[in-house]
């Protein structure tokens, strides 16, 4: 009896050490340097495959960190599509985003409407409004299938 | 160990501890343009991999846990779990201490030549970490649908 209650304690532990693991994905140093790298290889025709599954485990919680990033350099617009390719590569497989509330895209939106609203380009804003719309029946979507 | 009860010692007794100590390569496949975790048509120059590993002991007997988790740091970045991934449904191992890196690689709207990514692996074993292997990796795309991966020893693919 008492080698159960002893085993059970143990595999008890083990089982809340496992769901307290510290997620990379929470730290915001670690979505900074994620966003960055990812930035650098997408601006330079590039996409490897730690930044493709990072950022499609952010989801809605690169899009600060993009925002951050872009506001703190002159935009071309050259520059405004690399954004727009990470904000798609943070949607890419709702299904590995960490975090439930980031399937919402809240912040990705607003990042979205930020870049229209600094670019005078219509063929970049033709592809702001693609992937805002895609995003947007995305999340309809999601949200349908949830109340199903 | 030995146990002492009443005055009276036991016969002593040798325990083994495995210690997650290097990670063998058990398979390498290239993942196909358009599959999961697979390069894209529109980005379709260089090589996305599925590395399968299993984790070894310091005898190199393997370690049949699934309480292990995987986790990188690529180019001294800081670190991050493998998994979930294209192939991983979790951030752990299989039962018998395996676990599928996938995708690995560079993918590319034109050619590239000699990319290199370092990516070191630990294994979290609650919150203990155990370096576990180095890949130097080189990654090229010669052509639309062509690349190449090496870390110049036992991870070598092209399509």
Not at chain 1, 59 to 68: F, N, T
Not at chain 1, 103 to 115: F, G, M
Not at chain 2, 18 to 46: E, F, K, M, R
Not at chain 2, 59 to 66: F, V
Request: charged share 15%; glycine share 8%; with cysteine.
């Amino acid at each position: 009896m008492k080698t159960i209650a002893v085993a059970s304690v143990i595999a008890l532990c083990s089982v809340i050490a496992v769901s307290q693991r510290k997620l990379a994905e929470d730290d915001p140093q670690w979505r900074q340097q994620t966003v960055v790298r990812a930035f650098h290889e997408v601006s330079d025709g590039l996409s490897t495959s730690w930044s493709e599954k990072y950022l499609a485990r952010l989801g809605d919680s690169a899009a600060p960190e993009i925002m951050s990033y872009v506001r703190s350099r002159p935009l071309s617009n050259h520059d405004t599509l690399t954004p727009l390719s990470l904000v798609r590569m943070s949607f890419a497989n709702p299904n590995l985003i960490r975090h439930a509330s980031n399937r919402t895209p809240t912040n990705s939106l607003a990042l979205l409407d930020y870049l229209d609203k600094h670019t005078e380009d219509s063929n970049t804003k033709s592809k702001i409004k693609s992937v805002s719309d895609g995003l947007r029946s995305q999340f309809s979507a999601t949200r349908s299938n949830g109340k199903n | 160990m030995s146990v002492t009860s009443g005055g009276q010692t036991s016969n002593s007794k040798t325990f083994f501890v495995q210690v997650p100590t290097s990670l063998g390569v058990l398979s390498v496949s290239t993942i196909a343009t358009g599959a999961n975790g697979g390069c894209t048509t529109a980005q379709n120059y260089g090589i996305h991999i599925d590395a399968r590993y299993r984790v070894k002991d310091q005898n190199g007997s393997a370690i049949q846990s699934a309480a292990m988790a995987p986790q990188e740091s690529v180019n001294n970045s800081a670190w991050g779990d493998i998994g979930p991934n294209a192939v991983m449904t979790t951030a752990f191992t299989n039962s018998d201490g395996t676990h599928d890196d996938a995708p690995v690689g560079v993918c590319s709207a034109s050619s590239f030549s000699n990319v290199i990514e370092t990516q070191a692996v630990r294994m979290d074993v609650n919150g203990g970490y155990y370096n576990v292997r180095t890949n130097s990796f080189t990654i090229s795309g010669s052509s639309s649908g062509h690349g190449s991966i090496s870390n110049g020893s036992d991870i070598v693919q092209t399509r």
